[in-house]
């Protein structure tokens, strides 16, 4: 017999296993060696309102009969060698999610990634890290797997009608992930796990007769009547495809600037820039799990969301947590020699000491009147601005600007600064010479107004590390909300983070999907 139930565990009960099976055969009333009883979690989530956390969780129970398997795991897929091909350029979770589908649907996926495969780009990695050598093909954004891949590799999205979120999640773990991130309310899956992971996608992709072209990088578009042909490579190698996927992400500028030249409409768009914010884990787990000292050994690292409305002069703005990163990194994400840029991730177990998040202000198109001449250019110019300011305010190499909070909400050069994640190290700067009024004061208020709402999080115990620029496109390539396809340039599809139109791994993914299936369903012959 198998029944489901609802549950409301203590932290214990919900993540030690014994205890979890003993529990559920209390709670339905059956105990003794007479019937066998097993529990599975379907799903789960912290409820950590009140003064005990509690979990909350849905719970499938099979009495006397054969536990099945959570997920029939299956990575076969069809030859597509010979078939029909189409172009996707980059390999990040879109790109790779998009070439995936389109082999199910019986097409050739050409899949271009500028940067190094997943193991070679770990060299790059450390080359910014230790050497603050920045290589602009093959960094924490660009390369296998795309900027997903060194993040906290997190699942929660709220764009439900972007696709089949379950089974997003069920390729994953039919490709290395655990199953854990099918129950849980927020999944993850960890910077260390997640380039295994990755390369699994890329051998299904092979095997099943796609292409994947590392160390390829696209500069020029081949058109035909308003028509996309094809892709041109730096080594003037011509692609042709029956379509392109433009799965490039949101850092890729030389992109915009090349649809740019090319008269291929785009538009500028708002987007969101601040900084990180670095804490103790254990500090944040105080205030979010109300523990005299520690979470103990059952509980997650704790993460927190926080928004609230400011004015400045006049205009109304939100301030907010993005990509809140618990027992984490911070990690230099520039993609080009001369700017500076940061952003967060953490390991499966998230076990860093530290808690870091980006803390960003909204920045709308009005904000910007200087840099209007750049006509669809005008936001990634401001940002680009920015990231420039940053790096010379950090010694002109990775080392980034840091201040204490408390003191940069007084306007106040920190005379020390404190331990940190950053690897390449921290410079003690007064943030409001690297950040613009507008966004420097929206913060100050900002961190006041959290103090209130999380009591410990406003303090000089934790500092701010500059900047947090690369929060999403400030560029949007349009598309038909039915098509998917340009709305000029037929046979070109513009996708995800870097069309502007998803943020996160899931999202993105489900993103490409939708692509690859409106491009095979307009232009390959049934």
């Known amino acids: 017999m198998k029944k489901e139930i609802q549950l409301q565990l203590t932290p214990q009960e919900a993540y030690d296993e014994v205890v979890f099976q003993e529990t559920v055969s209390k709670r339905i009333g059956i105990s003794g060696s007479q019937t066998d009883v097993r529990a599975r979690q379907t799903k789960r989530s912290i409820d950590a309102r009140g003064r005990q956390v509690k979990v909350n969780v849905t719970a499938e129970v099979f009495i006397d009969e054969l536990v099945p398997p959570m997920l029939e795991a299956s990575k ?57 050598v920045v290589n602009p093909e093959s960094n924490y954004c660009f390369g296998e797997g795309g900027a997903g891949t060194y993040s906290d590799g997190k699942l929660y999205t709220r764009s439900k009608k972007r696709g089949d979120i379950r089974r997003i999640m069920e390729i994953f773990v039919s490709h290395g992930a655990t199953e854990e991130i099918l129950v849980d309310a927020h999944p993850h899956i960890g910077t260390n796990k997640l380039p295994k992971i990755v390369t699994e996608l890329r051998e299904s ?95 997650p690292a704790s993460s927190y969301s926080l928004v609230h409305q400011t004015k400045f002069k006049g205009k109304q703005r939100g301030v907010f947590s993005f990509c809140m990163c618990p027992g984490g990194f911070i990690v230099p994400a520039a993609t080009s020699p001369g700017e500076l840029v940061v952003n967060g991730m953490s390991p499966s177990r998230r076990d860093s000491k530290f808690a870091n998040s980006g803390i960003v202000v909204a920045v709308e198109l009005e904000d910007l009147p200087q840099y209007e001449k750049y006509g669809p250019l005008a936001a990634m110019m401001f940002q680009a601005e920015i990231e420039k300011s940053a790096w010379k305010a950090g010694g002109e190499t990775q080392t980034a600007p840091a201040q204490r909070m408390i ?120």
Do not use: W
């Not at 943030?431 to 959290?450: E, W």
């Open 76 to 132: 076969a897929y069809q030859n597509v060698r010979n078939s029909e091909q189409i172009i996707i350029v980059g390999a990040g979770p879109a790109g790779m999610f998009a070439a995936l589908r389109a082999i199910e649907l019986g097409v050739k996926p050409i899949l271009i990634e500028r940067g190094n495969d997943v193991r070679a780009r770990r060299r790059d990695l450390a080359a910014i890290n230790k050497d603050h």
């Open 407 to 526: 003191d940069f909400v007084n306007r106040k050069e920190s005379t020390s600064l404190l331990e940190t994640s950053y690897q390449p190290g921290l410079n003690s700067v007064n943030m409001h010479d690297v950040l613009p009024d507008f966004i420097a004061s929206r913060l100050a208020d900002g961190f006041k107004a959290f103090g209130n709402k999380m009591k410990g999080y406003f303090t000089n115990e934790s500092q701010l590390i500059g900047v947090e620029s690369r929060t999403s496109s400030p560029v949007r390539i349009p598309k038909d909300k039915e098509s998917f396809e340009h709305p000029i340039i037929k046979r070109l599809y513009p996708c995800a983070e870097g069309a502007g139109y998803a943020g996160g791994i899931v999202s993105a993914a489900m993103d490409g999907e939708r692509c690859a299936e409106k491009l095979i369903e307009a232009y390959i012959k049934k």
């Open 205 to 299: 992709i092979l095997q099943a007769g796609g292409e994947v072209l590392f160390n390829t990088k696209v500069v020029d578009f081949i058109l035909e009547n308003n028509e996309m042909k094809g892709v041109v490579t730096q080594d003037g190698e011509k692609i042709i495809g029956l379509g392109v996927i433009l799965a490039t992400g949101h850092s890729a500028r030389d992109i915009y600037h090349l649809l740019h030249q090319k008269k291929i409409l785009i538009e500028a768009k708002p987007f969101a820039l601040g900084v990180r914010i670095e804490h103790s884990q254990n500090l944040i787990d105080k205030i979010q799990y109300h523990c005299e000292t520690d979470r103990g050994p059952y509980l």
